[in-house]
């Protein structure tokens, strides 16, 4: 049985195609940049296209997540209006307020039912949070950020950061989030 003669222009024909290819979805792939400067200064960097990288760098250090991006757009009152959406949230090893600093400040604000009401501790472990120092090494956290962008420069910025380690605390962990929000703007 004889094989089908290989052309080289077949070939060639294929590798251009690939590279044609890999040039459209390189050319899809963006930079969004976002710096924030209160209450603490932060750069936000997402790299790629529908799926990319979000790397965030603040006072705790700096860390990265896989991310995914949207745009949409809608009709408003006649007007266009495109929004622009990042989500990321994965597993980091990141400084962060002292976690026994949290729960002794939890404790020494609350008594009684109140220690026992997970709404109560979440709320008051926030206020706690801000006010507790960093802890000397990194520990480990699921990071949840999420970017809204409607009319830029301006953006939304939620940054939410739970504890792996179990807590005594009601409720069993602690979250921090970034309240009030950071204020932000898409750099161009």
């Known amino acids: 049985m004889r094989s ?12 251009v195609a690939s590279l044609l290819a890999a040039a459209c979805t390189a ?25 990319g990288t979000l790397s965030v760098t603040d006072a705790s250090g700096a860390f990265s997540l896989p991310a995914r991006l949207e745009k949409r757009e809608g009709e408003v009152d006649g007007e266009t ?5 990042i989500l990321a949230n ?10 026994a600093a949290i729960e002794a400040c939890v404790r020494a604000k609350l008594s009684g039912d109140l220690l026992e ?27 949840n950020v999420e970017i809204s962008v409607l009319e ?12 792996v380690e179990p807590s005594s605390l009601a409720g069993g962990k602690i979250e921090l989030s ?4 950071p204020q932000c703007s898409v750099v161009e």
């Open 178 to 181: 970034s309240m009030p929000p």
């Open 152 to 163: 830029p420069p301006d953006a939304y910025v939620f940054i939410t950061r739970t504890y």
């Open 117 to 143: 009401d997970t709404d109560v501790v979440f709320s008051t472990a926030l206020g706690c949070g801000s006010s507790a120092p960093l802890g000397k090494e990194p520990v480990e956290v699921n990071a």
């Open 81 to 85: 209006i495109k929004a622009t959406g």
């Open 4 to 15: 089908a003669p290989r052309r080289p222009e077949m070939y060639a024909a294929l590798i």
């Open 90 to 99: 994965g597993k980091i090893s990141t400084l962060m307020p002292d976690k």
């Open 27 to 51: 050319a899809e792939a963006e930079t969004v940049t976002l710096k924030c400067d209160a209450p603490a200064e932060m750069t936000l960097v997402y790299e790629g296209d529908d799926a």
